[in-house]
């Protein structure tokens, strides 16, 4: 079946560093990517999306870019802040006949350091 | 403001006593599911409602109910909770099952069973 597999974290950067967050995915059809945050105490929020082969999903900074080729939607952000501490989930969309579901990557909690 | 609002956000009970899970939309969405997060685990889909009176097991259905009599309530209940139903809840909702539609979460319900 369709899945998702991210980096496992903790990731720890410093303020300003360059991050990247790898993830891949199997899927049977053309699913939608996404990447969801969870700050600390929250629900899971909409990051970023994109919804075809080249398509690219950018927010607040981040950016990811839909990879059929090489399966992957790796998530990417030039300079981190403190303020980007949370965890960070990829998915993808699976609603293909009773198949109606968004399926969750792991999660990788990502900690900046000021 | 648009949200998923989950009650209560923490919870400690008994094994065996029976609970509610509360969950409500008010953005008129069609679709609603519950997910569980564990840690090393992510989240993972109890239940699902594509629209009033029509529910579907997700990827760990047992030892769960849950009723969509109106479409912008879907509670989540625990019969008879056991310590293994320890967990991190969200209430998640779209507007229907496109592979292309956000899912906005609750901020959720953390369940302690003793």
């Known amino acids: 079946g369709n899945s998702v597999t991210q980096m496992e974290g903790p990731v720890t950067l410093s303020e300003e560093a360059f991050l990247t967050i790898n993830c891949t995915y199997t899927?049977?059809?053309?699913?939608?990517l996404f990447w969801y945050v969870q700050y600390p105490g929250e629900g899971l929020q909409l990051l970023l999306k994109?919804?075809?082969?080249?398509d690219k999903g950018s927010n607040k900074g981040f950016e990811a870019t839909y990879r059929k080729e090489t399966t992957s939607f790796h998530l990417e952000k030039g300079s981190v802040q403190v303020s980007d501490s949370a965890v960070y989930f990829c998915?993808?969309?699976?609603?293909?006949?009773?198949?109606?579901?968004?399926?969750f990557g792991k999660g990788t909690r990502l900690h900046i350091l000021p | 403001e648009a949200q998923v609002t989950q009650n209560p956000r923490y919870l400690i009970t008994v094994t065996g006593k029976k609970l509610t899970v509360t969950c409500s939309q008010n953005?008129?969405?069609?679709?609603m599911s519950w997910y569980r997060q564990d840690p090393g685990l992510g989240l993972r889909q109890i239940y699902y409602?594509?629209?009033?009176?029509?529910?579907d097991k997700g990827d760990v259905p047992e030892g769960y109910k849950v009723s969509r009599k109106e479409k912008r309530n879907f509670p989540l209940i625990l019969e008879s909770p056991s310590p293994n139903q320890t967990s991190l809840y969200f209430c998640?909702?779209?507007?229907?099952?496109?592979?292309?539609?956000?899912?906005?979460f609750g901020q959720g319900t953390r369940l302690t069973v003793v």
């Open positions: 998640a909702s779209s507007l229907d099952r496109g592979p292309n539609t956000e899912a906005f």
């Open positions: 899927a049977t059809g053309y699913p939608s």
């Open positions: 953005m008129n969405h069609e679709y």
């Open positions: 409602s594509m629209n009033v009176e029509v529910t």
């Open positions: 994109a919804t075809k082969a080249d």
């Open positions: 998915a993808l969309s699976d609603r293909e006949g009773r198949d109606d579901k968004i399926i």
